[in-house]
């Protein structure tokens, strides 16, 4: 059973424009160790953090409405490719708490990129696969 979907979209430049102006502070509060160093080897390291966002927000999206607090700290949301280069969402032991809240059992995320936008969208589902 669908729990919630979502969806977001980023303006790489956007991105682009908060590392210029942060550097590795924005970096380092938005995304987990594993993000950044794929982002580090990635071709466009503004384009890969821009994907990773537009998932944390869409995770959100699917998923906050169905907790106590409506809310959480994005940087709990880490995705990542597996070997063939298709994203998944890292699940990690505070994540999967947050999943048990909200009674999802597994995320499903899809991400594209067009010119200077990314989108990521999110299926949030009750039970695991």
Same mark, same amino acid.
């Given at each position: 059973? +669908?729990?919630?979907?979502?969806?977001?979209?980023?303006?790489?430049?956007?991105?682009?424009?908060?590392?210029?102006?942060?550097?590795?502070?924005?970096?380092?509060?938005?995304?987990?160790?594993?993000? +950044?160093?794929?982002s580090k080897e990635a071709a466009n390291q503004a384009e890969y953090l821009a994907t990773r966002f537009a998932a944390k927000e869409a995770v959100f999206k699917a998923i906050a409405h169905n907790t106590k607090e409506k809310g959480?700290?994005?940087?709990?949301?880490?995705?990542?490719?597996?070997s063939d280069?298709?994203?998944?969402?890292?699940?990690?032991?505070?994540?999967?708490?947050?999943?048990?809240?909200?009674?999802?059992?597994?995320?499903?995320v899809s991400i594209s990129t067009e010119g200077d936008f990314v989108i990521a969208f999110v299926i949030a589902v009750s039970e695991a696969v």
């Open positions: 059973m +669908v729990k919630g979907i979502g969806v977001d979209m980023v303006d790489v430049r956007e991105i682009a424009r908060f590392i210029a102006i942060s550097g590795d502070t924005f970096v380092k509060h938005t995304f987990s160790e594993r993000e +950044v160093i794929a959480f700290d994005l940087r709990i949301v880490e995705t990542l490719n597996e280069g298709f994203p998944y969402i890292s699940v990690s032991e505070e994540l999967r708490e947050l999943l048990d809240e909200a009674s999802v059992g597994s995320l499903y």
